[in-house]
């Protein structure tokens, strides 16, 4: 089980890395941070796999993993990281503006005078401040551009970003780690 742990641990500090190039924005090494954390993190399943059929208790195996499904969607990435091609998530930035919009209502009157033969002697529009509607503002609190970037991987059918299913691996990994304890298969 010691090796598992340190395996945990290794991911772990990977991951914290992974977080601090997200919060600066840094791809490149984000990259990098993942592969490490793919590799470590896939041999803690590695490890207990090899444990369960030493044990002839593949199926105890099966049974812990078959639960878990990000544990084999994570797998895969890292065997496409290290068997075909480096994993790159791809960039998300939203965008959204902000702005304020404030309505005045006016009222105006028109009065045009046409003589006889067509032509236009007096032309004239009076606006008329509304006491009716009073001046309407919506402001919404934060105005201007507001910018979100996320790393999200292209074939994952769901909403959440690489660092919170790389949260969730290692969360999944960790009860992983204490059900075959729990189980003797560690």
């Given at each position: 089980?010691?090796?598992?742990?340190?395996?945990?641990?290794?991911?772990?500090?990977?991951?914290?890395?992974?977080?601090e190039s997200y919060q600066k924005e840094l791809f490149k090494q984000f990259t990098f941070q993942m592969s490490a954390f793919l590799t470590a993190a896939r041999s803690i399943i590695q490890y207990t796999y090899e444990q369960a059929t030493n044990l002839r208790r593949v199926n105890d195996y099966n049974k812990l993993i078959e639960t878990r499904p990000i544990l084999r969607y994570f797998k895969e990435k890292r065997d496409i990281n290290i068997h075909a091609k480096p994993v790159k998530p791809i960039q998300q930035v939203n965008l959204d503006l902000h702005s304020t919009l404030t309505i005045r209502?006016?009222?105006?009157?028109?009065?045009?005078?046409?003589?006889?033969?067509?032509?236009?002697?007096?032309?004239?529009?009076?606006?008329?401040?509304?006491?009716?509607?009073?001046?309407?503002?919506?402001?919404?609190?934060?105005t201007g551009l507001k910018r979100t970037l996320y790393y999200r991987f292209e074939d994952w059918q769901g909403n959440e970003d690489v660092l919170t299913l790389s949260k969730q691996y290692l969360d999944n990994l960790y009860t992983l780690i204490n059900e075959a304890h729990s189980i003797g298969l560690i």
């Open positions: 089980m010691q090796d598992h742990e340190q395996k945990l641990d290794e991911a772990k500090y990977f991951y914290d890395l992974m977080v209502t006016r009222e105006s009157i028109s009065i045009q005078v046409t003589e006889e033969d067509g032509s236009v002697s007096r032309d004239e529009k009076i606006e008329i401040p509304s006491t009716r509607y009073p001046e309407q503002k919506k402001e919404i609190e934060e």
